[in-house]
């Protein structure tokens, strides 16, 4: 049912909530469960790669 997607964003500075490059926005508790799962392979989200790999290069 709770199917991990990697995220990439950015976590803020005042609340801790970190904001996804696709628009979302997770909250503090919940954003470890997203922030590196890499590591244990799950998928990554194609709309938070995208705007990164456009990011990157200019
Ligand atoms: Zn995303």
Known sequence: MAQ???HRGKRSWW?????TLC???IPDDRA??????S???NKRC????SVH?????R
């Open 4 to 6: 991990q997607v990697m």
């Open 15 to 19: 609340n801790g909530d970190v904001t």
């Open 23 to 25: 628009g979302l926005l």
């Open 32 to 37: 470890a469960s997203v922030w590196f799962p």
């Open 39 to 41: 590591l244990s392979g």
């Open 46 to 49: 194609p709309t938070c790669e």
């Open 53 to 57: 790999r456009s990011g990157q290069r």
